[in-house]
């Protein structure tokens, strides 16, 4: 079962409305600074079911980016990196169906897509 963005930001809100009078709503906080690109990761994803993970961080053409220590990198190629543990081949793409998943487990390569493709044949 996926969540949809309009659930996930029914609970943003939802949270914001649980928190105390008088403190400073979370989303207007800046976030504590990142010790490492993958640290900056994890502060702007949000898993959702499914083992997905949904990015709120800011995106461009609607690809999600992060900046860090003022070097851009796509979020897909970062996820991916940190999963597989090795730089992408040729495009990322996602496997799985929650559109923009960030889950470096559902992102694939070209490596990963031709040896899928050489498994699949008979
Ligand atoms: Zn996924």
Known sequence: ??????EI????????DARPVGRVPVLACRRPA???REHAFHQWVLSV?????????????????LWFRSVRES????????????????????????????????LTDRVIRAQAAAGARP
């Open 49 to 65: 079911d499914g083992g997905h993970l949904h990015w709120t961080g800011q995106t461009e053409h609607g690809s999600p980016v």
């Open 1 to 6: 079962m996926s969540v949809t963005l309009e």
């Open 34 to 36: 990142a010790r490492t």
């Open 75 to 106: 979020v897909y190629r970062l996820a991916f990196r940190l999963h597989h543990g090795r730089a992408p081949h040729g495009q990322v793409r996602w496997s799985c169906d929650y559109q923009g998943c960030v889950a470096g487990e559902h």
């Open 9 to 16: 930001s029914a609970a943003l809100d939802a949270a914001a």
